[in-house]
């Protein structure tokens, strides 16, 4: 060989497919964002703002949202070894939870390892709690914990995509983990457009419109992946849309990735939520239409995302399939344990008999979820006081994704760099305002039109004061672009109304 | 499309690489044992014991290993929000420590995602942890932290791998996650023998003429996998082995992965543990040698397999190839922040100055560590009192991997039925005793050898009990097989001396 080759981990010789592939809720304006964040740390005075307000994910407990009391206080009795079970003071309501978690996890030893899948004393439990939703039997041996729903929605993606013509529906907009991992294993992605004039609403015409059009490409779809409710967008499907869906998948034999993690987070009375599995389980697909759902601990009113956990359940999937899965899983041993507490924790909250314990609960659990309610309110009024900003009502999830006017002039600019008009303008607002969002390139966008996605996580008081910043902010950007006053007007006029 | 079409999720429509990858240490015999558990726990008589004891991987918890009561004391106090802090007694000492890590994760917030990589405070303590270790600074921009080694692994290999003929050499027999994910990936892997007549030691020669017969074959060899202390065979490289292997790869631009996770774990005076990063900085190759190591909370004398946590260390890549792999750490947003603590915590143990703290956890230190070294002599010498089974020294790790006589009946039964001789086996030692082992083909064995891995964690009684069963199946198996004395005395006489 000769001695000039390069190292392998370089650009050029490391796998192109992790090189092309983008994933922009942790992209160049979160990395800028990182470093702002340390320079502040250390004293650095000259920027216009004294902390950066992270909004490019939903990271509630980093605001303050706080733990449900009830689950920290299970999670340390659980965790502390025998010998140190004097030192801490709990209910005895919440003993009686910490005795019956310590039995599943082989006896007081949450710090082996589990069953790959997960401890099958706790998929019980998440088991239990599907039955409860849905009203039908769930079989805990097609339950998978993972660290995090993003694990989980990883392994399905490895095992769905057998070659490049292997194509996913993904909604327009779609929260990029989708793209990235279809990117990542050489699979191939397909977008079907929400209607952004319809609040974000799905138009089963659209997945049609998409799937034959995957199909005149001569790729092969095998599955569709519906976000509900909605991220980047927090809207909620209604009943009759999932059954229009479950019918097309059913029809066509293409799986459906329900990814139900903000299934808890719904702001608006006449859209309950309904879960794919209950739809499926009502329909004339009901013994054959493949299905595979996910729920997080990281999002609803828990907010535990720094425990990473959550589950997958597999439906209609046989068993050889299955056992796929189980090597993947195996492969990686267990997901974290704590995780697996957590999540069985969501699906078993404290019952009225337990009192006080009871009681705490559901008062930190309503108040977290009209607080959650009452920044979404507030957040989408804000901006829809700005000139140029049209957000969409917002249904659930916790973020908005507000369409804004863009100047001609700074397109035009971006153009010649090579740049992307939308994350310029985020990267202003980070640098400006120290507020942290994500361009909606990142996450796909109708041609020519320009979002972004930002939570209604901060306290009021930092929304306040953040989102007074960005709004002096785009009207400068407005005026220093040279925005043209009569489109602009029409823009109003177009979209707002 | 016509509606005979399989769905998706089906065995020849998912992705092949997956259906055809192996992973034993949790393959069929595990799973076998899976199932002997659940119907034990449902009162299941009918077995000729009791328990399974699960020796098919390195899971001390499970067994008598308590986990360190300063770990537990302070994430306790970590996790439990200011509102309970009072319910829980803790050291002072310890409460140093608690308040010390609460200002690192976003003052008192472990429940919110942090960095893809981890923590940056809790990084810098992994960097300090290096430093001290090995007498040379650590960037730590460079430090990625991951559930469990096992998920940097993953990601490493997702990198290196560009095309079906990138090549990743690796011990032989080696623990299986490196050749299940690089065919995962799509990659190629090629072994080399270890030299099990030598105590299972690292031949340099045998690197070469594996990675000759790789460059033959037109493959492109970007990296190598070296295991110290070894798993499956427990043996402990010299620091002259280690030289040699950097001088290998330095002259032939081969990346390092140096899986160190059994560092502490070491069962003899005379081959201290010596880090592959501690050689790179001493070699020629200093500025160029690109090295990735690896270091986790489930071995060790720590044992917290359950919390998935580790490390791995990016050596001389540059800045926006190690951007890639935020890249692809950021599509999973984090990893579990408890696992990034306990990881934290194992770099920087209780120092002198903090008394009873300090004692307790010297105390609980050096029991461990003595119990796992009388038990992996104990194991060594139990196998090795059995007739027809050679054991090597177990130099380090959690593992025997014994080498035993197969006889040619059982061999020729297994050729007629298209198994495999050591499964075959390892289901027979697995249903008569209860003991659950992993075939030596899981890992890679010299054509014509058996073996098997088994750990030496489950309690001294558990063992005794355990391998007296396991003693009296191994000369029943001989019996039954007709195994030829004369062949049998040869074969003893070969490899026991």
Redesign the interface.
């Known amino acids: 060989?000769s001695?000039s080759?390069?190292?392998?981990?370089?650009?050029k010789?490391?796998?192109?497919s992790?090189?092309t592939?983008r994933?922009a809720?942790?992209?160049s304006i979160?990395?800028r964002a990182?470093e702002i964040k340390?320079a502040l740390a250390e004293g650095d005075t000259s920027f216009p703002f004294s902390q950066v307000v992270s909004c490019n994910?939903g990271?509630?407990?980093?605001f303050d949202q706080?733990?449900l009391?009830y689950f920290?206080?299970v999670?340390?009795g659980v965790?502390?070894?025998e010998?140190?079970q004097d030192?801490?003071?709990?209910p005895k309501e919440v003993m009686v939870t910490v005795k019956a978690l310590h039995k599943i996890?082989?006896n007081g030893?949450?710090?082996?390892?589990?069953?790959?899948q997960g401890h099958?004393g706790l998929r019980k439990i998440v088991a239990k709690f599907i039955e409860r939703r849905d009203g039908f039997a769930v079989d805990p041996v097609n339950l998978f914990f993972s660290?995090?729903a993003?694990?989980g929605v990883?392994k399905l993606l490895?095992?769905?995509?057998?070659s490049k013509k292997s194509t996913v529906l993904v909604p327009t907009p779609v929260y990029p983990?989708y793209t990235?991992?279809i990117h990542?294993?050489n699979g191939t992605s397909r977008g079907y457009l929400l209607d952004e004039a319809n609040n974000w609403g799905l138009d089963i015409e659209e997945i049609k419109k998409s799937y034959k059009a995957a199909?005149a490409e001569g790729l092969d779809v095998?599955?569709i992946v519906i976000i509900n409710p909605g991220n980047p967008t927090g809207a909620c499907l209604s009943k009759s849309n999932i059954e229009d869906v479950v019918e097309f998948c059913g029809?066509?034999?293409?799986?459906i990735i329900a990814d139900e993690v903000y299934q808890e987070n719904i702001y608006v009375d006449n859209k309950p939520f309904v879960s794919f599995k209950s739809v499926v389980m009502n329909s004339k697909y009901k013994n054959?239409l493949?299905l595979v759902s996910y729920h997080s601990i990281?999002k609803g009113f828990i907010?535990?995302?720094?425990?990473?956990g959550g589950y997958m359940e597999?439906y209609?999937?046989?068993k050889?399939?299955r056992?796929?899965f189980?090597?993947?899983a195996?492969?990686?041993?267990?997901?974290?344990?704590?995780?697996q507490l957590t999540t069985a924790l969501m699906c078993m909250p404290p019952t009225k008999d337990m009192g006080d314990v009871y009681k705490l609960y559901e008062k930190e659990k309503g108040e977290i979820l009209q607080k959650l309610k009452d920044k979404a309110n507030y957040l989408n009024a804000t901006l829809n006081k700005i000139r140029g900003i049209q957000c969409n009502n917002i249904e659930g999830a916790m973020y908005a994704f507000p369409q804004f006017y863009m100047p001609q002039e700074c397109i035009d600019k971006c153009k010649k760099d090579g740049s992307k008009p939308d994350i310029l303008f985020g990267m202003g607002v980070l640098n400006e305002c120290g507020l942290c969002i994500v361009p909606g390139s990142g996450f796909g966008q109708r041609e020519g039109s320009y979002h972004f996605r930002t939570t209604f996580l901060p306290s009021f008081e930092k929304m306040k004061d953040v989102y007074a910043r960005f709004a002096k902010f785009y009207a400068k950007f407005l005026k220093d672009f040279h925005a043209d006053e009569k489109k602009l007007d029409a823009w109003e006029k177009k979209y707002k109304n």
């Open positions: 060989m001695s080759k390069m190292w392998p981990l370089t650009d010789r490391i796998n192109q992790v090189v592939a994933f809720v942790r992209g979160t990395k990182w340390a994910i990271n509630p407990q980093l706080q733990p009391t920290r206080q999670l340390a965790w502390l070894p010998s140190l030192s801490i003071k709990l996890v082989n030893k949450p710090g082996a390892y589990s069953h790959s099958i660290d995090g993003s694990a990883h490895q095992m769905l995509i057998n983990l990235a991992a990542l294993y199909l095998n599955s029809q066509n034999k293409i799986v054959e493949q990281s907010g535990e995302c720094g425990k990473r597999l209609n999937i046989s050889s399939v056992e796929e189980y090597k993947l195996g492969v990686n041993l267990c997901s974290n344990i704590d995780g």
